[in-house]
C-alpha cells in the first residue's frame, strides 16, 4: 500500500545516456512534485505539477523534462546525463499542503559515470 | 523570498540526553511550519506540523511550537534514543496562493548508546 511510489530505486548509468524515473501517488493528491537531494542532503525543488500542468518549474537544465500523463503519475526524463545530475531525486504529492505538507517517496540514487 | 535557517550539524549525543535543533525562518504573513526525518537510505517522513503562531507540533516524543515574534520552530525531545539517529529537516509553505515546501539544510543527529 504504498502512498508515492519511485521506481528505480538505483540507477547507475554512463555520461551522455537518457533515463526516465517514475514516479506514483494512490493517495488521490491533486499536486506532485520532483525534488533533488544533493551529497550534502541539501533539498531543492525542480517542479511542481497540479492536475497535469506544469505550476512550478526551477531554474532546471533543459534536460529535465517533468511528464504528467494524469494527475497519479508524474515521470522525470533527463537527456544527455552529466556528471553533476548524480544525486537522489525525491517524488512527492500533497492535497492541502499548508495543513498536511508533502507525503514522500523513498527516492532513487542516480549515479552518472 | 522563504528561506529556512537551522543549526548546522552533525549533532552526536548519548542516549536518553535532551535534543535541541534549532530552526528560524523568513517568511511574509504566517507560514505552516514542518519538521520531516529522514533515516538512512529511506524518504522523508513528516514527523510534526504546526499550522498557525503558537500551534504545538508533537509526535514520538518530538515537540515543536510556532513562535511567531521570533519565527523560531525549535524541535525537542526530552530523552533521544538509539533509534531516532537521522537527518532532521525543518520546512515551510508560505501562506497566499504557492504552495512549494521550502526546506532547510538539514541536521544529522547521531545517537550513542
Known amino acids: 500500500d504504498t502512498a508515492v511510489s519511485q521506481t528505480p530505486k538505483y540507477l547507475v548509468t554512463q555520461m551522455g545516456n537518457d533515463k526516465s524515473i517514475k514516479c506514483e501517488q494512490n493517495l488521490g493528491h491533486d499536486t506532485m512534485y520532483w525534488y533533488k537531494q544533493d551529497s550534502k542532503k541539501f533539498l531543492k525543488i525542480m517542479f511542481s505539477?497540479?492536475?497535469?500542468?506544469?505550476?512550478i518549474n526551477e531554474t532546471v537544465p533543459n534536460r529535465f523534462s517533468p511528464k504528467s500523463p494524469d494527475k497519479a503519475h508524474l515521470n522525470l526524463h533527463i537527456n544527455s546525463l552529466e556528471l553533476g545530475d548524480s544525486a537522489v531525486y525525491f517524488c512527492?504529492?500533497?492535497?492541502?499542503?499548508?495543513?498536511?505538507?508533502?507525503?514522500f517517496g523513498s527516492g532513487t540514487r542516480l549515479t552518472v559515470v | 523570498g522563504n528561506s529556512v535557517t537551522q543549526m548546522e550539524g552533525p549533532v552526536t549525543l548519548s542516549e536518553e540526553a535532551f535534543l535541541t535543533i534549532n530552526c528560524t525562518y523568513t517568511?511574509?504573513?504566517?507560514?505552516?511550519l514542518f519538521w520531516y526525518v529522514q533515516y538512512p537510505g529511506e524518504g522523508l517522513q513528516l514527523l510534526l506540523k504546526a499550522t498557525k503562531a503558537d500551534d504545538k507540533g508533537s509526535n514520538k516524543g518530538f515537540e515543536a511550537t510556532y513562535r511567531k515574534e521570533t519565527t523560531s520552530f525549535h524541535l525537542e525531545k526530552g530523552s533521544v534514543q538509539v533509534s531516532d539517529s537521522a537527518v532532521y529537516f525543518c520546512a515551510l509553505i508560505p501562506s497566499g496562493s504557492a504552495r512549494q515546501l521550502t526546506f532547510g539544510s538539514g541536521t544529522q543527529l547521531t545517537v550513542l548508546p
Open positions: 517568511a511574509t504573513g504566517y507560514p505552516s
Open positions: 505539477y497540479n492536475n497535469k500542468e506544469l505550476i
Open positions: 512527492a504529492s500533497s492535497q492541502d499542503a499548508d495543513r498536511g505538507g508533502y507525503t
